[in-house]
């Protein structure tokens, strides 16, 4: 297979971060199209379920530790696609499962299924917001098997998590005892501190307090539980920074965001080599 073009076995997910239809992520959908890296779809079957998730190989010549990576609220979207391609282009094993997975628009059991079947933003917002939080756990756990098992990983394993998903890589981070670590990009504390055994970073804007004020009270909880948890909040950046950061559409009040993804980035890497 031709690197760079996509084994498409489960259902091209695509998505919408603006206010306009879900199709509209052309930016980043060319930097996919444009990626050497070897790129394919999954299916990850388990009970009666089967869950979609991109995969994205790092090109290097040895095992490579595994990158969970869990979308926006949007629903699987190019962007996110093309965050795991930049998580293996740094060298690791990324994988990015649709928990839209098994769903659609209409509610019926048949057809097309998956955060490209919403059609709008604000559809894939709403089907996110009402998954069951049981079933999120269980669809990732499942990847995480899964990719554990891939004969490229050398067996350690990471989530991260953006905006809800950054929410999600926090909660993951209770339920999941075999993390290396955990990555959360601008998302919420979950309940349940005590059970976290991984290593929790947190990434953060300033100009978000909806998320960055629940920061001091997370910090004192983690302290007290005896977990390991490391913040940084970047100064003017908005949430979502990571996405916006990188947007070329968004040319105007852009440049707090740019730089909070650029150092982010570069926080995330460091943090990556040193697991």
């Not at 290396?180 to 309940?191: H, K």
């Not at 302290?223 to 950061?245: C, L, P, S, T």
Request: aromatic share 10%; glycine share 10%.
């Amino acid at each position: 297979m031709r690197r760079g073009v996509m084994v498409r076995n489960a259902v091209l997910a695509a998505g919408l971060l603006g206010a306009v239809v879900a199709q509209a992520q052309e930016w980043a959908k060319a930097r996919l199209d444009a990626s050497p890296r070897h790129h394919e779809w999954v299916d990850i079957k388990y009970g009666n379920r089967t869950v979609h998730a991109f995969v994205v190989y790092p090109e290097v010549g040895a095992k490579a530790p595994a990158v969970l990576v869990i979308h926006e609220i949007f629903g699987l979207t190019d962007w996110a696609r093309e965050a795991a391609d930049e998580v293996a282009a740094a060298g690791y094993v990324a994988i990015a499962p649709d928990l839209l997975s098994g769903e659609r628009p209409d509610g019926s059991t048949t057809g097309k299924d998956g955060s490209s079947a919403f059609p709008t933003q604000d559809d894939a917002v709403k089907a996110v917001s009402g998954l069951n939080p049981d079933q999120v756990t269980a669809d990732l756990n499942a990847t995480a098997d899964y990719v554990k098992k891939l004969p490229a990983v050398n067996g350690k394993l990471v989530v991260a998590g953006f905006c809800w998903g950054g929410g999600q890589s926090f909660r993951f981070a209770t339920n999941r005892h075999d993390l290396s670590a955990a990555f959360v990009f601008y998302g919420p504390p979950p309940e349940n501190l005590g059970a976290i055994t991984a290593p929790v970073y947190g990434f953060y804007a300033g100009n978000d307090a909806r998320i960055s004020a629940t920061v001091p009270d997370t910090k004192t909880a983690m302290e007290k539980a005896g977990k390991k948890y490391e913040d940084v909040i970047y100064e003017g950046a908005g949430h979502g920074f990571m996405r916006a950061g990188e947007d070329p559409t968004r040319t105007t009040g852009n440049e707090a965001n740019v730089k909070a993804r650029t150092e982010a980035w570069a926080r995330w890497k460091t943090l990556l080599k040193g697991l």
